[in-house]
C-alpha cells in the first residue's frame, strides 16, 4: 500500500502520542462496541455502551458525549436542527448501517472519532467506505499544498459529485467537515452542556475569537471564514458520504505544521485504524 501520510513511531513528539494514544483508545471502544450490537440495539443503547466502556478505563471528560445512528439516520435523512444528532431509540436490524462517533478526552487529551458499520452485510456502505480512501488521500495533498480550507472543501464536494454520492458533513452545524483540537485542562469537575464538555467548548471558542482577529477558524467550513490556507494545529476531519439512505464515514487526526518540508507539513496522525487497515487488506486481496 502507497504512504498515507503519517509520522512514524519515532517521528512523534510526546505530545502527538498523547493524542495518539486517546484515538487509539476510542477507536478500541467503537470495535468493541460494535462487536457486541445485535438486533434490537437502540442508540441510546449504543451510546451508553460507549460512554461506559470510556469510563472503565478513566475517561473522565469529553469533547462531546457518544453517539450513534442507525439505519438511514447514517446519512442524517431529513436532519434539520441539531436536536436530530443525539441518540434516539431507533432499533438496530439486521443489514442495517451504524456509525459511531465519540470524543473522549484522556489524561488531558482529545479525540474525535467516527466509525461505521453494519450488523451484517451492506454492499452499499461497503463501497461508501471504499470510496472515503480517495477522499483521505485528496484531503491530505491539498493540505501539504496549502490550498485554503474552503477550496479543499469544495473539492471534497466535487469528488462525492464524481463518485455518485451526497455529501453529509454540510447537515453538520456550519457545514463543517473538521474542526481543531487540543489539550484539554483535567479537572475533578468536568459538567457537559448539551452533550459537548465545556472545557472543551471554552477552548473552541477561544479558538473562534482569536481566529477571527487573526483571519483564520477553528472551524473547516465551506463559508467565508475559512477561506485562508490550513492553520497549524490537530484537526479531527471527518468526510461524510450518504447515498439513498446509507451513510459512512470516517473521522481522525490530521496534524498540520509550519514546515516547508511537504511530508513534515501535514501528515495523518496515524494509519493503525481500522478503516486504514480494511483498505489495505482489500488492496491485498485484490
Request: hydrophobic residues 40%.
Amino acid at each position: 500500500m502507497a504512504s498515507t501520510g503519517t509520522a512514524g513511531t519515532r517521528g512523534l513528539t510526546a505530545e502527538l502520542r498523547g493524542f495518539r494514544e486517546v484515538q487509539r483508545l476510542s477507536y478500541e471502544c467503537a470495535e468493541a462496541v460494535a462487536a457486541q450490537l445485535k438486533p434490537g440495539v437502540t442508540e441510546r443503547d449504543a451510546a451508553r455502551m460507549q460512554r461506559e466502556w470510556l469510563y472503565e478505563r478513566g475517561v473522565k471528560d469529553w469533547f462531546h458525549r457518544p453517539f450513534a445512528w442507525f439505519g438511514d439516520r447514517t446519512a442524517f435523512v431529513d436532519f434539520k436542527i441539531p436536536l436530530q444528532f443525539f441518540p434516539t431509540n431507533r432499533r438496530l436490524e439486521a443489514g442495517m448501517p451504524f456509525i459511531l462517533d465519540m470524543a473522549p478526552v484522556y489524561k488531558g487529551y482529545t479525540a474525535d472519532i467516527g466509525y461505521s458499520g453494519s450488523l451484517g452485510l451492506n454492499p452499499v456502505q461497503d463501497k461508501l467506505l471504499a470510496d472515503l480512501r480517495e477522499h483521505r488521500a485528496l484531503i491530505l495533498r491539498e493540505v501539504r499544498e496549502r490550498r485554503t480550507l474552503r477550496e479543499i472543501y469544495e473539492d471534497v464536494d466535487r469528488l462525492m459529485v464524481r463518485q455518485g454520492y451526497a455529501n453529509r458533513h454540510r447537515a453538520y452545524p456550519f457545514g463543517v467537515i473538521a474542526h481543531k483540537i487540543d489539550r484539554v485542562r483535567e479537572r475533578r469537575w468536568s459538567p457537559t452542556l448539551f452533550g459537548f464538555g465545556t472545557q472543551s467548548l471554552k477552548g473552541l471558542a477561544s479558538d473562534a475569537l482569536h481566529g477571527h482577529r487573526d483571519g483564520w477558524s477553528p472551524l473547516w467550513s465551506p463559508y467565508r471564514f475559512s477561506d485562508h490556507p490550513p492553520r497549524a494545529g490537530l484537526w479531527a476531519v471527518e468526510p461524510h458520504l450518504g447515498f439513498r439512505g446509507t451513510g459512512a464515514k470516517f473521522e481522525e487526526i490530521l496534524v498540520v505544521t509550519d514546515s516547508r518540508d511537504p511530508e513534515q507539513s501535514a501528515f495523518w496522525l496515524d494509519d493503525d485504524l481500522p478503516h486504514v487497515r480494511r483498505w489495505s487488506e482489500e488492496e491485498v486481496a485484490a
